[in-house]
C-alpha cells in the first residue's frame, strides 16, 4: 500500500486505462498542464495531444464530443472542472447521455465518465462550491460516484471505464490534501455496494464524501459516552446499497444522514424517505438529516464555515435520538 491523494490516485487509473486500452482519451479544459488539481499529471507528455486534447471553455460542445465519441466505440473521459459547471450542459447531460442507450433499446452503449471536483470550505463562492450530486443522480440513465479517499477515487474511475452507462465521478475538493492508503494495482471499486467504516449498535449514520472524516469523528467522540455509532460509506449515490443501509438501520433503529448536497429534495431527503418508507417498524426515533442551509454557498469566510455540516450537530441530533426513547 502507499499513500496517495485523490488526484494522484485518478490520475494513476488514468494511466493505467489508457496504457490498457487505445480507445481511452480525456478531455477538457487545461489538460495539458496536467490539469487544474493534477488528475492529468504527466498524460499528455505520454500519450500525445490527439489523447489528451484540451478544449475551449465550451462545456456544451465538448461533453457532446465526448457523448458522440463514446456513441462510436470510444470510451472518453470528460473533466468538468466544477461541478457548478453542469448546468452549462445540462441538456447534453440529461437528455442525450442519459437517454440514448434507452432510446435505441440497448443496442448504442455509452462508456462515458465525467469527472468533475465539487464541494465548498475553500472560499470559492456561490458558483464554485455546489455539491449537485443528487440533482444529477435524479436523472434516469446516470451512475453517480462520490468518493472519499483515494483507493475509491481510482477504483471507481476504472469500473466506470469498463461499464456501458455514462458515469458522473464527483471528488470533493476539500479531501484533495489528504493522503489515504492505495494498493498501487488501483483494484476497480464495484458500484452499489456500500462499505461499513465503523460498527454500532445505538445510530446508523451515513455520510457522503468529505462528510465521511465528520462521521467518524462523531463516532469516536460518542463513542467515549457509550454510544455506538456504525458509520456507512455509500460510495456510489446511483446505485445506491439501499439493503446495507436499511439492515443497519433495522438493527440500530436510528438513523442519521450527513449530507453536504441540498437539504430540499436531495439525497438526505431521499434516504430519510427511504428509511421512514421502509424500516418504520425499526425505528426508536425520527431520522434526522444534517444539511447545509438551503441557501447558495456564502462567500465570507464566517458564513460559510456556519453554512458547512459539523460534527457539534450530529453529535446533538444523534443525543437528542437518544434521548427520544
Given amino acids: 500500500m502507499k499513500q496517495m491523494t485523490i488526484p494522484a490516485a485518478a490520475a494513476e487509473a488514468l494511466y493505467q486505462a489508457m496504457a490498457a486500452d487505445g480507445s481511452v482519451f480525456l478531455i477538457g479544459e487545461d489538460l495539458a498542464m496536467g490539469g487544474v488539481f493534477g488528475a492529468a499529471q504527466g498524460l499528455k507528455d505520454r500519450f500525445g495531444p490527439s489523447?489528451?486534447?484540451?478544449?475551449?471553455?465550451?462545456?456544451?460542445?465538448?461533453?457532446?464530443?465526448?457523448?458522440?465519441?463514446?456513441?462510436?466505440?470510444?470510451?472518453?473521459?470528460?473533466?468538468?472542472?466544477?461541478?457548478?459547471?453542469?448546468?452549462?450542459?445540462?441538456?447534453?447531460?440529461m437528455n442525450q447521455a442519459a437517454k440514448t442507450r434507452f432510446l435505441s433499446g440497448g443496442t448504442v452503449s455509452l462508456?462515458?465518465?465525467?469527472?468533475?471536483?465539487?464541494?465548498?470550505?475553500?472560499?470559492?463562492?456561490a458558483m464554485h462550491s455546489q455539491s449537485n450530486y443528487g440533482l444529477v443522480a435524479s436523472v434516469a440513465g446516470l451512475r453517480v460516484a462520490c468518493p472519499s479517499n483515494a483507493a475509491d477515487a481510482a477504483g471507481l474511475l476504472k469500473t466506470a471505464l469498463e461499464g456501458p452507462d455514462p458515469v458522473v465521478i464527483f471528488e470533493h475538493k476539500g479531501l484533495f490534501g489528504a493522503e489515504t492508503p492505495v494498493d498501487p494495482a488501483l483494484p476497480p471499486v464495484p458500484f452499489g455496494k456500500a462499505r461499513t467504516l465503523r460498527?454500532?449498535?445505538d445510530v446508523t449514520l451515513v455520510a457522503i464524501a468529505a462528510m465521511v472524516p465528520v462521521a467518524l469523528k462523531v463516532a469516536d467522540s460518542l463513542a467515549k459516552r457509550g454510544i455506538g455509532v456504525e458509520v456507512i460509506d455509500p460510495v456510489t449515490i446511483n446505485p445506491l446499497d439501499r439493503a446495507a443501509v436499511l439492515a443497519s438501520v433495522q438493527k440500530t433503529g436510528r438513523f442519521v444522514v450527513l449530507d453536504e448536497g441540498a437539504a430540499f429534495a436531495g439525497i438526505a431527503d431521499a434516504l430519510v424517505s427511504m428509511v421512514s418508507r421502509?424500516?418504520?417498524?425499526?425505528?426508536?426515533?425520527?431520522?434526522?438529516?444534517?444539511?447545509?442551509?438551503?441557501?447558495?454557498?456564502?462567500?465570507?469566510?464566517?458564513?460559510?464555515?456556519?453554512w458547512l455540516p459539523d460534527a457539534a450537530r450530529v453529535e446533538a441530533a444523534i443525543l437528542n435520538m437518544m434521548e427520544d426513547v
Fill in 51 to 93: 489523447r489528451v486534447v484540451d478544449t475551449p471553455i465550451s462545456e456544451t460542445s465538448f461533453l457532446g464530443l465526448g457523448i458522440g465519441a463514446a456513441m462510436s466505440g470510444m470510451k472518453p473521459v470528460v473533466e468538468i472542472m466544477f461541478c457548478d459547471f453542469l448546468g452549462v450542459c445540462f441538456d447534453q447531460l
Fill in 278 to 306: 421502509e424500516a418504520f417498524r425499526s425505528l426508536k426515533a425520527a431520522p434526522a438529516a444534517i444539511t447545509p442551509p438551503h441557501t447558495p454557498v456564502p462567500y465570507a469566510p464566517a458564513l460559510e464555515a456556519a
Fill in 199 to 201: 460498527q454500532g449498535a
Fill in 111 to 125: 462508456p462515458l465518465v465525467i469527472r468533475t471536483t465539487m464541494g465548498a470550505g475553500d472560499g470559492s463562492g
